[in-house]
C-alpha cells in the first residue's frame, strides 16, 4: 500500500468515524439498531453539496446538515415511540423515505462540489499544509472533538438519563424520565452526527451521491465492533474513542484489501460489501465461539 | 395521601382472554400509613400498585396523589410522587452505570434533567453517607459498575434510591420475595428502618402473611380484584396469621392459600 492510499485511508477514517460515533449512540447506548443512517448520510451530503454549490460556507454546510439529520432521526424515534413500529421497519422506513427526499434536496441524484471551496481547501489555506495531509488532520481534530463533546454529553443529567434509558427503561421510567422523549432526542442526536459525517464525505470526496448511504450501518456496525475488540470498552470515554479509532483500523483494513492482489484473484471495491458483511458476522460471533472453545477444552 | 375511587382495571378487554383485575377498588392512604397489601396469586394487589403508579391506563375511576388528580398522568409524572422498589431486584438499578451514577440519577426524581454535571462533588459526600447506612460497603465502591453486586446489594440500593428525594408515596412490589431468606430479612430490616426514621408513607405489597402482619400499622387483604379486609390500629396489632387465614374463609376466600403464602 502507498503512503498516498493510507493517508487517505485514515482520512476516510476520521470523516466516517463521525458517523461510527452517531452508530455508537444508537446501537450500543440506546440499544435501537437504527438503519436511518442508510439515508441521513446521504442527507447531509447533499444537503452540504446544495448549500455549498449555491456559494454558502461549507462550515455552514456541516450545521445545516446535522440539523437536518436530527430532524431525520426524531423521525425514527416518533415512528418507534409514538406509533409503535418496531424499530428496526421505524428506521428502515426513514431511510427509505429519504432516499427521495434526497434526490429532492439536490433535484438530481448526484451533486458534484469539483471547484467549490470546501472546509479541507479552507484548512489547508489556513494551514499552509498539503491538501493530502491537511485532510486528515482535520479530520482527525473534528473526530476528536466529536468524541470528547459526546463524552461530556453523556455524563450530564440528561446524558445519564440517555443511558439509563438504554440500560433500564423501566428503573429511569419509574426516577421521573420520559423515554420517549429521550429516544426520539437520542436518536435524533446520532442521526446529526451521521449526517454531519456525510456533509463532510462529500466534501471529502468531491461529490454527494444519493447512493452513497448503502451500508453505512453495516460500516458502523464494523467499526464499533473492531474498535471495542481492539481498544476495549471499559469506560464511555474508552468505548467512544474506540469507536472513532475503530473507524480509522476499518478504512485502513479495507484499503490493505483493496491493495492485495493474489495472482489471477485481486479484490475490486465491489467485493467491499461482501468483506464488510463477513467482517461483521466474525466480528459479532468471535466471543460467543471463543467462550465455547475455551468450555470445551475446559471440560476436556 | 391517595385516594383511590371505583378504580376498574380489565386485562385484555373484549378478548376471549379478557381478565378483570380491579373491580372497583377504592382506597384512602392516609398520610404516615405503613399499609401491607396481601392476597393470593391474581388478587389484583400487584396490580393496584401499578395502577397508582401509572404503569398502565385505568378503566374507570380516579387516582389523586396529594390532592392531585393523577388519574390521566403518564407513569414518568407520577414518579415525582413516587418511590418504587420492584420484585427484581435488577429492574431497580442500571447494571452498567455506576453506583454513584445511579443515586446520582436517582436524586433528581421529579425534577429536570439538564446539562449540567451528572455526579457533583456534593453529591458524593451525600452518598458515601447514605450508603454507609447499608453497612455494605458500597461507600467506597462509588465508580463500580452496579452490574457487579449481588441482588441483596442491588435492592438495598433500590431502596435507597427510592427515597433519595422524598417520596408522597413509597411504592413496594414484593420487594423481598425475590432474595434468599437471609438477605430478605436484612432489607425487610431496611425497610423498616427507613420508613420510621422518614416517616414515610408506604404501601408493601407481600405474599407473607407473617411479614404483613409484623410490619405495618395498617394491613389491606385483596382477593379477585377487591379489597375484602382492611384493618388498622390495635385491631391490626392483634392480628395472628390464624385469625388472618379464619378471616379470610369468612370473608369468601377460596381455601386457596399458598404454602408460599403461610411458610415464605
Same mark, same amino acid.
Given at each position: 500500500m502507498t503512503l498516498y492510499a493510507l493517508t487517505g485511508a485514515v482520512e476516510q477514517g476520521f470523516v466516517y468515524g463521525i458517523m461510527v460515533l452517531g452508530v455508537y449512540l444508537t446501537f450500543r447506548v440506546l440499544d435501537f439498531p437504527d438503519l436511518t443512517v442508510d439515508g441521513s448520510l446521504p442527507l447531509g451530503a447533499a444537503i452540504s453539496a446544495v448549500v455549498i454549490s449555491s456559494g454558502h460556507s461549507?462550515?455552514?454546510?456541516?450545521?445545516?446538515?446535522?440539523?437536518?439529520?436530527?430532524?431525520?432521526?426524531?423521525?425514527?424515534?416518533?415512528?418507534?415511540?409514538?406509533? %409503535?413500529?418496531?424499530?428496526?421497519?421505524?428506521?428502515?422506513?426513514?431511510?427509505?423515505?429519504?432516499?427521495?427526499?434526497?434526490?429532492?434536496?439536490?433535484?438530481?441524484p448526484n451533486t458534484s462540489l469539483l471547484g467549490q471551496q470546501t472546509v479541507v481547501d479552507q484548512f489547508a489555506g489556513l494551514s499552509g499544509l498539503a491538501p493530502s495531509l491537511a485532510a486528515p488532520l482535520l479530520f482527525?481534530?473534528?473526530?476528536?472533538?466529536?468524541?470528547?463533546?459526546?463524552?461530556?454529553?453523556?455524563?450530564?443529567?440528561?446524558?445519564?438519563?440517555?443511558?439509563?434509558?438504554?440500560?433500564?427503561?423501566?428503573?429511569?421510567?419509574?426516577? !421521573?424520565?420520559?423515554? /420517549?422523549?429521550?429516544?426520539?432526542?437520542?436518536?435524533?442526536?446520532?442521526?446529526?452526527?451521521?449526517?454531519?459525517?456525510?456533509?463532510?464525505?462529500?466534501?471529502?470526496?468531491?461529490?454527494?451521491?444519493?447512493?452513497? #448511504?448503502?451500508?453505512t450501518i453495516v460500516a458502523g456496525l464494523a467499526s464499533v465492533i473492531i474498535g471495542e475488540t481492539v481498544f476495549g470498552d471499559r469506560s464511555v470515554g474508552r468505548a467512544l474513542f474506540a469507536a472513532l479509532l475503530g473507524s480509522v483500523l476499518y478504512r485502513v483494513a479495507i484499503a490493505l484489501a483493496l491493495s492485495m492482489d493474489l495472482g489471477i484473484f485481486s479484490v475490486t471495491p465491489s467485493d467491499l460489501k461482501l468483506i464488510t458483511a463477513l467482517l461483521v458476522v466474525l466480528a459479532l460471533t468471535a466471543p460467543r465461539i471463543k467462550k465455547r472453545l475455551l468450555f470445551k477444552r475446559g471440560h476436556a | 395521601m391517595i385516594r383511590a375511587r371505583h378504580v376498574t382495571k380489565f386485562f385484555n378487554r373484549g378478548e376471549?382472554?379478557?381478565?378483570?383485575?380491579?373491580?372497583?377498588?377504592?382506597?384512602?392512604?392516609?398520610?404516615?400509613?405503613?399499609?401491607?397489601?396481601?392476597?393470593?396469586? !391474581?388478587?389484583?394487589?400487584?396490580?393496584?400498585?401499578?395502577?397508582?403508579?401509572?404503569?398502565?391506563?385505568?378503566? @374507570?375511576?380516579?387516582?389523586?396523589?396529594?390532592?392531585?388528580?393523577?388519574?390521566?398522568?403518564? @407513569? /414518568?409524572?407520577?414518579?415525582?410522587?413516587?418511590?418504587?422498589?420492584?420484585?427484581?431486584?435488577?429492574?431497580?438499578?442500571?447494571? /452498567?452505570?455506576?453506583?454513584?451514577?445511579?443515586?446520582?440519577?436517582?436524586? $433528581?426524581?421529579?425534577?429536570?434533567?439538564?446539562? %449540567?454535571?451528572?455526579?457533583?462533588?456534593?453529591?458524593?459526600?451525600?452518598? $458515601? @453517607?447514605?450508603?454507609?447506612?447499608?453497612?455494605?460497603?458500597?461507600?467506597?465502591?462509588?465508580?463500580?459498575?452496579? #452490574?457487579?453486586?449481588?441482588? !441483596?446489594?442491588?435492592?438495598?440500593?433500590?431502596?435507597?434510591?427510592?427515597?433519595?428525594?422524598?417520596?408522597?408515596?413509597?411504592?413496594?412490589? @414484593? /420487594?423481598?420475595?425475590?432474595?434468599?431468606?437471609?438477605?430478605?430479612?436484612?432489607?425487610?430490616?431496611?425497610?423498616?428502618?427507613?420508613?420510621?426514621?422518614?416517616?414515610?408513607?408506604?404501601?408493601?405489597?407481600?405474599?407473607?402473611?407473617?411479614?404483613?402482619i409484623e410490619y405495618g400499622n395498617r394491613l389491606v387483604m385483596f382477593h379477585q380484584g377487591r379489597v375484602i379486609l382492611d384493618v388498622s390500629g390495635e385491631e391490626k396489632a392483634g392480628l395472628g396469621i390464624q385469625d388472618l387465614l379464619e378471616r379470610f374463609h369468612e370473608l369468601g376466600g377460596d381455601g386457596c392459600v399458598s404454602d408460599r403464602a403461610l411458610l415464605g
Open positions: 461549507p462550515w455552514l454546510a456541516c450545521v445545516l446538515a446535522a440539523g437536518a439529520g436530527f430532524l431525520a432521526g426524531m423521525v425514527t424515534g416518533i415512528l418507534n415511540t409514538k406509533l %409503535k413500529i418496531l424499530h428496526l421497519l421505524a428506521s428502515i422506513l426513514t431511510m427509505i423515505a429519504l432516499y427521495s427526499i434526497n434526490i429532492r434536496i439536490m433535484g438530481r482527525g481534530i473534528m473526530g476528536c472533538i466529536a468524541v470528547l463533546v459526546l463524552f461530556w454529553f453523556l455524563r450530564t443529567e440528561l446524558g445519564m438519563a440517555v443511558l439509563a434509558t438504554g440500560d433500564n427503561p423501566r428503573m429511569i421510567t419509574a426516577q !421521573g424520565v420520559n423515554t /420517549h422523549n429521550v429516544i426520539i432526542f437520542g436518536v435524533g442526536l446520532s442521526n446529526a452526527m451521521v449526517a454531519c459525517s456525510g456533509a463532510l464525505v462529500a466534501q471529502s470526496q468531491g461529490a454527494a451521491d444519493v447512493n452513497m #448511504g448503502v451500508g | 376471549v382472554n379478557e381478565v378483570l383485575a380491579l373491580r372497583e377498588v377504592s382506597l384512602t392512604v392516609n398520610e404516615g400509613d405503613f399499609i401491607t397489601v396481601i392476597g393470593s396469586n !391474581g388478587a389484583g394487589k400487584s396490580t393496584f400498585l401499578n395502577a397508582l403508579a401509572g404503569v398502565f391506563p385505568i378503566e @374507570e375511576g380516579s387516582i389523586s396523589v396529594a390532592d392531585q388528580d393523577v388519574t390521566t398522568w403518564p @407513569e /414518568h409524572r407520577r414518579a415525582a410522587f413516587l418511590g418504587r422498589v420492584f420484585q427484581d431486584p435488577l429492574l431497580g438499578t442500571c447494571p /452498567h452505570a455506576t453506583i454513584e451514577q445511579n443515586l446520582a440519577l436517582a436524586s $433528581r426524581r421529579g425534577k429536570r434533567r439538564g446539562l %449540567k454535571r451528572g455526579v457533583r462533588k456534593a453529591d458524593r459526600a451525600l452518598f $458515601r @453517607e447514605k450508603l454507609s447506612m447499608l453497612g455494605l460497603g458500597l461507600e467506597d465502591r462509588l465508580t463500580d459498575a452496579t #452490574g457487579l453486586l449481588s441482588g !441483596g446489594q442491588r435492592q438495598a440500593m433500590t431502596m435507597l434510591m427510592a427515597t433519595l428525594v422524598r417520596p408522597k408515596v413509597l411504592l413496594l412490589d @414484593e /420487594h423481598t420475595a425475590a432474595l434468599d431468606p437471609k438477605t430478605a430479612v436484612q432489607i425487610m430490616q431496611l425497610t423498616d428502618e427507613l420508613v420510621r426514621s422518614e416517616r414515610l408513607t408506604t404501601l408493601m405489597v407481600t405474599h407473607n402473611m407473617a411479614q404483613a
